[in-house]
């Protein structure tokens, strides 16, 4: 018969996706969309993840579907709560208990989010929660020796918010915060397209606009896409073949917020430091270091070297997972709060 074992996991809680890193198989074993498909009526939970993103503007009125995670905090305390159940349900064994969890939280959250966070998880089955900020996480998982009294200087693009700090001597020395990402990039183009083309499309067409044709640069061959949505002169489905020169204008503002906070940073970093991360460089971590052309606009604005990693969308998660693998060698420095 088999004994009892405890499932220690790490979890990026994202605005646009929850990834879950298993310390027993040493790997992650989920990544979903943090989005829940519910009974508007009775609160049941229909779906989670992408079985609930497949459902988005197919619904009949008595669903509901929702991000409960906005701009890097719970919006919505019981659906988020239900959704972690179900997803760590998905990735434990009924065995097991789900003992330590490392979450990764942004840096510029409050104390009763955090308190939110760690409610959620504890409700979800939780023994133990750890928070790290995911600017740390991040530098963690991509390599960094964050111990060395070394300037790095990382950025984490998610869906809700933009994190990033200087790091140094295990520990945060500057840091930004903002509340501007790849939501706010979706949200442009729909606006772009609604002001510019009076055509209305959805959230899934234009993050998919965003992804397919979406540049922060110019490209070296600029693309098209055919745009499909409804037209709000007279109400019928419409087409229209748009390009990435003009998504890239719409995208700008947005982009151009996220470039100033790197450079309000900077002028916020000791001069030591700022020596450093002129020879590291700059670490872009998140699903918005995937838009085409930021790293290059990034490296022309600041004069700094630029570095994606091969998947920024799992760079936090893996941080993470390292930090529950060693948490006693991370526990005084790295993990944000205290154990709870």
Not at 45 to 52: D, E, F, L, R, S
Not at 148 to 153: I, W
Request: glycine residues 10%; proline residues 4%; charged residues 25%.
């Amino acid at each position: 018969m088999f004994g009892l074992l405890s499932n220690d996991i790490a979890i990026d809680l994202g605005t646009a996706n929850t990834l879950i890193y298993d310390a027993n198989q040493g790997k992650i074993v989920l990544n979903e969309p943090s989005i829940v498909a519910f009974n508007r009526i009775s609160k049941h939970i229909i779906a989670v993840g992408k079985a609930a993103k497949e459902m988005m503007g197919r619904t009949p009125r008595d669903i509901q579907i929702i991000r409960p995670m906005q701009d890097g905090a719970i919006a919505d305390f019981e659906i988020t709560e239900g959704m972690l159940r179900i997803l760590i349900k998905r990735v434990t064994q009924s065995w097991r208990s789900t003992r330590k969890v490392v979450v990764c939280v942004p840096q510029g959250i409050t104390e009763v989010e955090k308190r939110a966070v760690r409610d959620s998880c504890e409700h979800a089955g939780a023994k133990e929660v750890y928070l790290i900020s995911e600017p740390m996480a991040g530098a963690i998982g991509v390599g960094i020796n964050v111990f060395e009294p070394k300037g790095n200087l990382v950025a984490d693009i998610g869906g809700g918010t933009t994190e990033i700090a200087v790091i140094s001597l295990g520990g945060i020395v500057v840091s930004e915060s903002i509340k501007i990402a790849g939501d706010e990039m979706t949200e442009a183009i729909k606006n772009f397209f609604k002001r510019e083309h009076s055509i209305l499309i959805g959230d899934a067409t234009a993050e998919k606009i965003k992804i397919e044709i979406g540049s922060a640069y110019p490209l070296e061959e600029e693309l098209e896409f055919e745009v499909t949505g409804r037209n709000l002169v007279n109400g019928l489905p419409k087409a229209i073949v748009s390009n990435s020169e003009e998504v890239r204008a719409a995208l700008a503002p947005t982009v151009n917020e996220i470039v100033n906070s790197v450079l309000k940073l900077l002028d916020r970093t000791p001069p030591e430091l700022a020596s450093d991360i002129y020879t590291n460089g700059i670490i872009l971590n998140g699903g918005g270091a995937l838009l085409k052309g930021l790293d290059k606009l990034l490296k022309e604005t600041t004069s700094l070297p630029v570095h994606i990693p091969n998947d920024p969308l799992k760079s936090v998660v893996l941080g993470a997972g390292k930090v529950l693998e060693n948490l006693n060698d991370y526990m005084d420095v790295l993990i944000r709060g205290v154990r709870y």
